[in-house]
Structures are given as structure tokens and as C-alpha cells.
């Protein structure tokens, strides 16, 4: 399965990219477990994926937990928390 | 009448207020409105905000439709600035134009605490040289909390 | 910083949140604003706002002056019409400014509550060739004494 | 003791002025004595004072009860419940 991956605010710049697209192996199944496969691709990643609990997910954009099922998704949004207003 | 706009240029005050006053059949009895400045009192130089394109917009419009279906208002408006902006300059504004005052004013509140939490905006404050993302804060997760009861 | 103006001109909207917005030291970082309209839903023509002169002044500033010291806003702006007007014409305009929203919220629903009730003005409705004189609302009195607690 | 008094919306229109100035007896001492008084100085008055429970006052442009005694007051305003915003 191929995924839009896009990324936001300091999740971003550790990244390095606002967007990429992967293909995570089908033992990856929830946004938690796809953090933790992406956080092995590059030290930017690691970096960005360093604290699980500082990240928020949103799957086609809509807000979800970061356990929501990853099966279907065409772009998977991860991202600090929202700071506006 | 629901308006979401997020924008790079400066917020029009004027023509966003007499566009709520206005809309619907009507018109209003009572706007109530909340504009959110830069501050100039911590040492921002510039403040940067960044959102994600399509989700803010249905994220805004989520709120706003909400407010409607509680107040039954006339009209709900809601203007968000991203991009570069400097001290004294309108971040976000918001109104909600309803036939009486009560409604208006619970409304407007409710739209800003909810746009606080539910909308992808990101703040980045640069003083000097140093550049630094804002933190959330816990009390908009409560201020937004208290309408979902 | 108090503003208090009762006028027979219309209220200038962006002057008035303009002037709230950078009025202190380092202007506001919040700045909520309520707007009463005549409105055109119940055939009235003509509103007429009669007001006790002096009385008026001083009952305004007292209400801003509590509002001030409540929530340490850094400006407070009531601009209330007097004579006749037309439906869709703003009666009055509040605006409380502050460094942070739920201050501004709360000190502008606090300053258009109690303007209702502790604020010496008197409106007259025309429709057609008879003219009645608004009744005070109980609801109003509620709102108001929400506040003292 | 004379005073001015001043009124406002259908207490104005009914006595038929906006202010007048009157000397009342030293038996009457409160607001409340007051209004009774002037109810007798004109069928307008009467009108204008027939539900007292409808008025409220003022004393040297404050707000008081409308027992509230008059000893020493310049002005005294009578008027409906206000109505404004």
C-alpha cells in the first residue's frame, strides 16, 4: 500500500520535507506503528518521531488517534499540536 | 450564512462585520465578534503561521456549521491569517450574528475555543534570530472542553 | 483606557475596534466586540433612543470602570446612539481588549449585560403610525446579575 | 426645599415636560412620598405616577431606591425601567 505522508510545523523542518510518499509492509496497520517504521528511514525522521506523545495524526484530513487503522488511507497528516487563533 | 477564509492578506475588520451584520434574510440584532492580535509585549519580532490547506477549511467549517446548529445564527464568519505578520496585526477573526445577544456572545466564544484546538494552524515566533514553535497550551484543551457538555 | 461616547451620529465600527486594538502601552493581543442592531424582523420603522444626559455618562463609565478593574483589559469602549435610527443601524457598540481572549469575552458580554440594565436609556419603536415604548425585560435583569457573584 | 425634577420616556410624555422644578411640603421625605404628592398637581402627573411599582429614580443623577430620602438632593430624575443596548 502506498501513502501520501504529509508533515507540519517542527515535525517538518526535523523531517526536512512537508511531503513524501511510502509503502509501509502490510505488518504495519495502525498510524502509531507507522510512526515507528518511519522513524527508521533517516535521523531527520527519528528526530521528528522521537516522542510519540508530542505528535498528533490526521488521515485524509481528518483528525484521528494516533492508533486509527491505517488501511484504505490515500494521505496520513503527522503533526504537532495545533497552535492557531 | 457560514464565511471561512484563511488568507495571507490583511483581515478587512470593516467589511467582515458589515458582512455579518447583513447576511441572511434579515439581518442581525446582535453581532458579537473576537479578533486575536500579535502581541508586542514578549519580544515577537515576526509571527509565522502555517496550516494544512483543505483540512483547516473543513476543520473551520465543522465549528462553524456546530455554532450555527446550537445558536440557530444568522450568520458565522471566520477569517484566518497564515503566512508572515508582525506585531499589532489581526492573527483571526470570528463572528457570529444572531437575533439577540446571548446567543451571539456564547457563539463567539465558542468559535474562537474551538478553533484554538480543533483547526491545523501552527505558530512560529521569531525574536532576533532565534526561531521557536509555539507551544500548545493545556488551557485551550479546557476552554474548548467546557462546550461539550 | 475608557471610551464613552453617546451620539446621535452613526458609530464608526472601524474607528472604534481600530482605536481599542492599539489603545495601552502595547495594544491588545484579544479584542471582543458586540454590536446591537435595530432589526427589521418585527415591522418596526423607527427606533428612538431618549437617554438622561450626565447620568448616562457616568452610569457608562461605571460599567467600565468595574469591567477595568475586573479584568485588567487594557481598553474598554461603549459607544451607545441616541435619536432615531432604522432597521439594520447599529444602537450600540461595546469592545473590551486585553492580552489574552477570555478576559476580552467575558469583560464584553460583562459590559453589554449590565449597560442593559444599569445604564439610564429608553427606547421608543414606531410602526406605522403607532409608536410604543420598549418594555424592560426580566431576562435582562438576569443577565445582569449574573455578574456579582 | 425645591427641587428639579426630571423625566424620561412615557413618564415625560405623560406629565407633558421633561423637567420642572417644585417645592414639596417638609412632610413629605422620601422619593416614594414624593411621587405621591405630585400625583395630586396634574392629571398628567397621576397618569405618570398611577403604578409606582413602574418607576425608578434617580438622585443627583445616580441611580436609588425609590425610598430613598430626599433631604438635600438638586435633582431628581423618575422614569421607566431603562431599555437600552
Same mark, same amino acid.
Given at each position: 500500500m502506498t501513502v501520501t505522508m504529509v508533515y507540519f510545523a517542527w515535525v517538518r523542518e526535523r523531517i526536512g520535507t512537508g511531503e513524501e510518499r511510502v509503502d509501509p509492509p502490510a505488518?504495519?496497520?495502525?498510524i502509531a506503528e507507522l510512526v515507528d517504521w518511519l522513524a527508521l528511514s533517516s535521523p531527520g525522521h527519528a528526530a521528528a518521531f522521537a516522542?510519540?506523545?508530542?505528535l498528533r495524526a490526521a488521515l485524509d484530513q481528518a483528525f484521528v488517534p494516533i492508533?486509527?487503522?491505517?488501511?484504505?488511507?490515500r494521505e496520513i497528516a503527522l503533526f504537532p499540536p495545533v497552535t492557531g487563533g | 450564512m457560514i464565511r471561512i477564509i484563511v488568507q495571507?492578506?490583511?483581515? /478587512?475588520l470593516l467589511a467582515e462585520i458589515t458582512q455579518a451584520e447583513t447576511?441572511?434574510?434579515?439581518?442581525?440584532?446582535a453581532v458579537a465578534t473576537f479578533t486575536g492580535l500579535v502581541r508586542? /509585549?514578549?519580544?515577537?519580532e515576526t509571527l509565522e503561521l502555517e496550516h494544512y490547506p483543505g483540512a483547516t477549511e473543513a476543520a473551520l467549517t465543522k465549528v462553524a456549521t456546530g455554532a450555527v446548529e446550537r445558536w440557530g445564527l444568522s450568520a458565522v464568519t471566520i477569517v484566518h491569517r497564515v503566512g508572515p505578520m508582525h506585531p499589532g496585526e489581526r492573527i483571526v477573526f470570528v463572528a457570529a450574528a444572531s437575533a439577540h445577544r446571548a446567543a451571539s456572545l456564547e457563539a463567539c466564544a465558542y468559535l474562537i475555543d474551538r478553533l484554538k484546538t480543533d483547526a491545523p494552524f501552527w505558530k512560529r515566533e521569531t525574536r532576533g534570530t532565534q526561531a521557536s514553535w509555539v507551544e500548545a497550551r493545556d488551557a485551550d484543551k479546557d476552554a474548548a472542553a467546557r462546550w461539550t457538555s
Open positions: 505488518s504495519v496497520t495502525t516522542d510519540p506523545a508530542r492508533d486509527t487503522p491505517i488501511a484504505g488511507a | 495571507t492578506a490583511p483581515i /478587512d447576511a441572511g434574510e434579515r439581518g442581525a440584532g508586542a /509585549d514578549d519580544g515577537v
